[in-house]
């Protein structure tokens, strides 16, 4: 992604709460296509100097990363948000459907690919996504809305927690344990729950496909 892009959704995000493509076109008066290719191409001066005037954001920082994000100069950010720094990228939150349909990754998910956007150190491969926990299967280390990273290019070993494609073409999120090798030199592993109501599931049974490595855990705490 062109790092004028990435500053710019880094700065909607800290400056204004305003996450993924399609919430940054908005707010800017913008088409979602105008802002994808912003992506690949470098964010217009035009439209930076559109982030300055509706989003407060410094156009020089979107353009060249000078100054301060922030076109208040001197201002403090708002009390519940703070900056992203330098060395962060979004990483794109994509449905448990799309990461089952991942067979072979051709072109990197961008952030405006998924449903939302994380935030996180620059360190994983460009393949890497997050994916929100359904269900209570991982109960208790895994509750519904925490999310994961997982990255594709990090094989699992034992005692991982992997996404796996299942037969419905979905991505499930379970641990990983290998069983063994079978007559045709293939690993047999099985995907287990961590909440003993559900059924392990072994790819000697079933065709199973490992997608990705969790590498990141991020849990949400809800008050009702």
């Not at 449905?95 to 072109?107: C, D, F, M, P, T």
């Not at 729950?193 to 079933?206: A, C, I, Q």
């Not at 490992?210 to 809800?222: A, D, P």
């Amino acid at each position: 992604m062109h790092q004028a892009a990435q500053r710019l959704y880094q700065a909607a995000q800290a400056l204004r709460d305003i996450s993924g493509q399609s919430a940054v076109a908005r707010a800017l008066n913008e088409s979602p296509q105008t802002v994808k290719n912003w992506e690949t191409r470098g964010v217009s001066k035009a439209g930076a100097l559109k982030a300055e005037e509706l989003l407060g954001i410094r156009a020089a920082w979107v353009l060249k990363g000078e100054g301060e994000m922030s076109a208040m100069a001197g201002a403090a950010f708002h009390p519940n948000a703070k900056p992203i720094p330098l060395g962060m990228r979004p990483y794109p939150v994509i449905s448990h459907v799309q990461a089952g349909a991942l067979k072979e990754i051709a072109v990197p998910y961008g952030p405006g690919d998924g449903f939302d956007v994380e935030y996180g150190d620059d360190d994983a491969s460009q393949w890497s996504f997050f994916l929100e926990i359904e269900g209570d299967s991982m109960l208790p280390d895994f509750r519904p809305g925490d999310r994961v990273l997982i990255d594709p290019d990090v094989s699992p070993n034992p005692g991982d927690f992997v996404a796996a494609r299942n037969t419905k073409q979905e991505a499930t999120f379970k641990k990983y344990r290998v069983r063994g090798i079978d007559e045709s030199g293939q690993e047999v592993f099985e995907l287990v729950p961590l909440n003993d109501d559900y059924p392990v599931l072994r790819s000697d049974e079933r065709h199973l496909v490992v997608i990705g490595t969790m590498i990141e855990h991020r849990r949400k705490f809800r008050r009702k």
